[in-house]
């Protein structure tokens, strides 16, 4: 946005207080118009209508260069901070049980987290996401990717018994984290979510734990289920390691408040900065007053005109 302005308008007035003098003080006129300048202009000369036109020229663009005109542009320098984020869903056996969504029972575990995973990846706009499935072996489904459309059709391609049965946490965890090793992002954040206990990896929990504590990884875990479906204490304990939070989702509606709050939790950094740009103008009228001032003096020393 372009604003014209001066930035001493103040000076503006003088233009006034030439006009007074011109008509009150007319023998002291050339003094004020123009001062010390009397030796350079001839001592008779016949009134001109040029003459008169070059000396308010001159002192109107004098007067503006004084008043320094400026043209203001402003503008906004909006950068959105974008995190890498990986999500980590557990595809064993237990995922197929039914009943987790009470406005449709016939719905697995496993379909409700696909369509709540797939409108967290929607709202993600400035995010890389990538996505790590597991089971009895952890494998990575997606890497980190801004291609929201790609990622939500690989989330709904996702099958129970792909990766086995049983559940492999630990090396689930292994595999995010080394997905997101060569990030360059400030942020980075790994979601997992799980309806089991680690009963399947090879991957000890106090090597996980320690490589969670060291890496600038943010973690959450979700349990979802009853509290006996999954290890809450192990889950929270995670969390701790990874500097998160652990949440527990008894059914579809709790799921969903989950993946809204992290989103809240998480949201994408506004880096507004406004940018301001001053283009000064007095050159110009003062470029043209002194040229008035050198035509008047020629043309008035210049056959008495």
């Not at 320098?77 to 999500?87: A, C, H, M, Q, T």
């Not at 706009?125 to 929201?148: C, H, Q, W, Y």
């Not at 992002?185 to 000890?204: E, F, H, Q, R, W």
């Not at 809450?232 to 652990?246: D, H, N, P, S």
Request: hydrophobic letters at 45%.
């Amino acid at each position: 946005m372009s604003q014209f302005s001066f930035e001493y308008p103040l000076f503006l007035l003088l233009i006034l207080l030439f006009y007074i003098c011109s008509k009150w003080c007319k023998e002291r006129s050339r003094a004020i118009f123009f001062p010390h300048v009397g030796t350079l202009i001839a001592k008779t000369a016949k009134k001109s209508s040029l003459l008169s036109w070059l000396k308010w020229i001159g002192i109107v663009s004098a007067v503006i260069a004084l008043a320094s005109p400026v043209i203001t542009k402003s503008y906004s320098n909006s950068k959105k901070e974008g995190r890498d984020i990986v999500l980590v869903l557990d595809s064993s056996d237990s995922m197929r049980q039914q009943g987790f969504d009470p406005n449709d029972i016939f719905k697995s575990k496993f379909d409700v987290v696909k369509e709540v995973v797939g409108d967290f990846i929607k709202k993600r706009k400035n995010d890389r996401i990538g996505m790590v499935t597991f089971a009895d072996v952890a494998f990575i489904a997606s890497p980190l990717t801004f291609e929201k459309e790609f990622l939500t059709n690989i989330t709904k391609m996702q099958k129970l018994g792909m990766a086995g049965k049983r559940t492999a946490i630990n090396d689930a965890l292994v595999q995010a984290y080394n997905l997101l090793s060569k990030s360059k992002a400030k942020s980075k954040i790994v979601i997992l979510l799980t309806d089991g206990i680690d009963n399947m990896s090879k991957i000890p929990f106090s090597d996980v734990k320690s490589m969670i504590e060291k890496r600038n990884v943010k973690l959450y875990t979700i349990g979802i289920g009853g509290p006996r479906d999954y290890d809450g204490r192990y889950l929270q304990a995670l969390a701790q390691a990874g500097k998160g939070k652990a949440f527990g989702a008894r059914n579809a509606q709790a799921l969903n408040q989950i993946y809204n709050e992290i989103d809240k939790l998480e949201a994408s950094k506004l880096n507004d900065k406004k940018v301001v740009e001053h283009t000064y103008l007095y050159i110009y009228p003062l470029f043209l007053a002194v040229l008035s001032l050198l035509l008047f003096v020629y043309f008035r020393n210049s056959k008495g005109v």
